[in-house]
T-cell receptor
Framework: EAEVAQSPRYKITEKSQAVAFWCDPI?????LYWYRQILGQGPELLVQ????????DSQLPKDRFSAERLKGVDSTLKIQPAELGDSAMYLC???????????FGPGTRLLVL | SQQGEEDPQALSIQEGENATMNCSYK?????LQWYRQNSGRGLVHLIL?????REKHSGRLRVTLDTSKKSSSLLITASRAADTASYFC????????????FGKGITLSVRP
């Protein structure tokens, strides 16, 4: 069964450092989402792509976060510089265009020291 | 915030019992979905119910939707230890480009 791939699974970094997360969606899924999930909370959408275009990045802290999906397939989420409050699980999900069901990857757990 | 709110926050039951989880939301929706998350993992879609539907079933899952009360419930029958997880309701509100909005989740523990 096709799955969303994410790497790394865990990342420990010091504040002010740069970190990057990678996501490979299910083949054929044109829509890709990045979520942040703080411990004890539900996922919150950071950015949504349709192919290589950003559809919604209204909740993305653009002073330090950036996301790209250059060829409309895999995607990278970057944080520079990382802050203590960025410690969270970063989840990637994908769906078909107009699809209601989102398929999530295993997530990257980030700890900022 | 447009989050749905789940109730209770935590639920502990014995294997074989039924588990009922509730979700309330604030404004008109296109659909409501339930997802499961095992500890430290990604979310798995369980079931979707549209605004014009009142009840849906999938295996041991039964979800109801009452749009007049802006609430939904998820029933897991004959629970198993493997059902231990966090459960989230997610709503897609009406309106163009509406995103999926998740609640804070319910922690379900099923004791063997």
């Amino acid at each position: 069964e096709a799955e969303v791939a994410q790497s790394p699974r865990y990342k420990i970094t010091e504040k002010s450092q740069a970190v990057a997360f990678w996501c490979d969606p299910i083949s054929g899924h044109a829509t890709l989402y990045w979520y942040r999930q703080i411990l004890g909370q539900g996922p919150e959408l950071l950015v949504q792509f349709q192919d290589e275009s950003v559809v919604d990045d209204s909740q993305l802290p653009k002073d330090r976060f950036s996301a790209e999906r250059l060829k409309g397939v895999d995607s990278t989420l970057k944080i520079q510089p990382a802050e203590l409050g960025d410690s969270a699980m970063y989840l990637c999900a994908s769906s078909l265009v107009g699809g209601e069901t989102q398929y999530f990857g295993p997530g990257t757990r980030l700890l900022v020291l | 915030s447009q989050q749905g709110e789940e109730d209770p926050q935590a639920l502990s039951i014995q294997e074989g019992e039924n588990a009922t989880m509730n979700c309330s939301y604030k404004t008109s929706i296109n659909n409501l979905q339930w997802y499961r998350q095992n500890s430290g993992r990604g979310l798995v879609h369980l079931i979707l119910i549209r605004s014009n539907e009142r009840e849906k079933h999938s295996g041991r899952l039964r979800v109801t939707l009452d749009t007049s009360k802006k609430s939904s419930s998820l029933l897991i029958t004959a629970s198993r230890a493997a059902d231990t997880a966090s459960y989230f309701c997610a709503t897609r509100y009406t309106g163009a480009n509406s995103k999926l909005t998740f609640g804070k989740g319910i922690t379900l523990s099923v004791r063997p």
